[in-house]
């Protein structure tokens, strides 16, 4: 998944590679997703409120994506600074916080 993450950038002009990626991308996220989701309602089997801590975690972290993505004018039209510029920002800023989120961990 880290390579397939490294090479999004380069997918821009290639829609069957992207779309592979993309796939590699949901399916990874889809298990890890699935198993700490088992994994929290294991830890407290009568009680509700680990699993759903973890589901508003990971829905809060979907936040941060987009005020990234519309802070950056990633994913806009050209005229609104939505070019090259734009991307190599957004995804800097992504790897800053997923590096602050594993550095957390």
């Known amino acids: 998944m880290f390579i397939t993450t490294l090479l999004i950038p380069l997918a821009r002009h ?3 590679l992207l779309t592979a990626m993309t796939f590699i991308v949901g399916t990874a996220s889809a ?3 699935g198993t700490l989701n088992q994994l929290a ?3 407290f089997p009568d009680s509700g409120a ?6 508003s975690g990971l ?9 990234t993505s519309l802070g950056t004018g990633f994913g806009g039209t050209q005229q609104h600074g939505g070019g090259v510029r734009a991307e190599w920002e957004f995804y800097g800023v ?3 916080l ?4 594993w550095f957390a961990f």
Do not use: K, W
């Not at 680990?50 to 589901?55: C, F, K, S």
């Open 98 to 101: 997923v590096g602050v989120s």
């Open 41 to 43: 309602s294991l830890v």
């Open 31 to 33: 298990i890890l997703y």
């Open 59 to 67: 829905q809060a972290s979907a936040g941060l994506v987009l005020i």
């Open 94 to 96: 992504i790897s800053v």
């Open 14 to 16: 290639s829609l069957p």
């Open 50 to 55: 680990l699993p759903a801590a973890y589901t």
